[in-house]
């Protein structure tokens, strides 16, 4: 099984997001959870690997969900059509979540609120201009992440993962904000996104592989990361066909922590190349595993996380609670939301003995 555990994810290294100017969203956008109001949330996924592809899914409180391709976006109401129309116009657009658009243009990031309402005017904060640290490149993102549900706020943390070894942080609402710049030394964080963990006040990176985790506290700046080596226990016994299934596999890791119950999960995804589509390779989800963590760096291996379920997108993970519209009022399972796949798997029914 430490084969299975060890692989990197050899998949079609996807284009990163290019920060750059551009009339496309598939060019500038590789996925988007915006909670527009209190009832609807959006969620966009853009294919980084260029062309046209992606899709749209918006959901309600009221458990209502709809998933359509760009193409089939002028049959959503009026709203959510002129905010899916605005956001391929945005220029250098970044994956992000909690209602706000990063946007990196001419070296400075900007946040753009998005909301459904028209009689609200839409929030624009421009952040301080960044600066490129030697040896490492600020115009390929990996991911943007954000520690609550606006930057307005005194405790709010904006953290930007570059493609590379540089990793960058500040505090928007603070009168002297500015960034706080890391180099990275260890090539297995350079291509993995950014985990703000609200437990631990800390920036998280999963290495490629699932073996190690990086964190670097938000009060006490340094370069050099706290390690931990994770040891993953209780794994499930396989068939000989599943063994040679995974085995054939590309592997990614997503690192998640729970907004309700502050667990910390990792989620290990198993993929095969469905099909080359223009030279492209496009992936499918074979089977995922979930770990749930502790502080000594012990990785369980579970198939109950209890009445919550985990998202997973291009740029970014969420664990909510059943309850939650994200949900859908369905507990314990991982939903995936990609331009190439939008599945459920249900953690409970998951077999690997056959």
């Not at 899709?55 to 391709?69: P, V, Y």
């Not at 945005?90 to 609120?113: H, N, Q």
């Not at 085995?247 to 309700?260: A, G, K, M, Q, R």
Request: glycine content about 6%.
């Amino acid at each position: 099984m430490s084969l299975l555990l060890n692989q990197h994810w050899k998949l079609c290294f996807r284009k990163p997001v290019l920060v750059r100017s551009s009339p496309h969203l598939s060019n500038g956008l590789s996925s988007l959870s915006l909670q527009t109001d209190s009832q609807t949330r959006v969620l966009l996924c853009a294919d980084p690997c260029g062309g046209n592809r992606g899709i749209a899914m918006t959901m309600r409180s009221s458990r209502f969900l709809r998933t359509l391709s760009f193409e089939g976006w002028e049959e959503m109401s009026e709203n959510e059509d002129k905010i899916c129309a605005e956001l391929l116009k945005e220029m250098g657009a970044i994956g992000s979540c909690g209602g706000w658009l990063p946007t990196l243009k001419d070296g400075v990031l900007r946040l753009r609120e998005v909301n459904l309402n028209h009689e609200t005017d839409r929030k624009r904060i421009s952040l301080p201009p960044l600066v490129t640290l030697p040896h490492c490149q600020t115009q390929y993102v990996t991911n943007v992440a954000m520690s609550t549900s606006s930057p307005e706020e005194e405790d709010c943390v904006v953290a930007v993962k570059f493609l590379g070894p540089q990793l960058s942080f500040c505090r928007p609402a603070q009168s002297n904000s500015e960034w706080i710049n890391i180099r990275m030394t260890d090539p297995c964080f350079f291509s993995s996104p950014v985990m703000l963990s609200k437990k631990n006040e800390m920036l998280r990176i999963a290495g490629s592989g699932g073996q190690l985790i990086g964190s670097w506290d938000l009060q006490n700046h340094s370069n050099n990361p706290k390690l931990q080596i994770l040891r993953f226990q209780n794994l499930p016994k396989l068939s000989e066909t599943k063994r040679e299934l995974l085995e054939s596999c590309y592997t990614s890791e997503h690192l998640v922590e729970s907004i309700t119950t502050s667990e910390t999960f990792i989620v290990k995804l198993y993929m095969k190349t469905a099909e080359i589509d223009k030279g492209i390779p496009r992936k499918k989800t074979e089977a995922i595993m979930v770990f749930r963590l502790d502080e000594e760096g012990n990785a369980v291996y579970t198939q109950d996380i209890g009445d919550q379920s985990i998202f997973l997108t291009n740029s970014e993970a969420f664990c909510f609670p059943s309850s939650s519209s994200l949900s859908l009022g369905r507990p314990n399972f991982v939903k995936i939301v990609d331009v190439n796949e939008d599945r459920y798997f249900k953690l409970a029914k998951q077999k690997w003995d056959c």
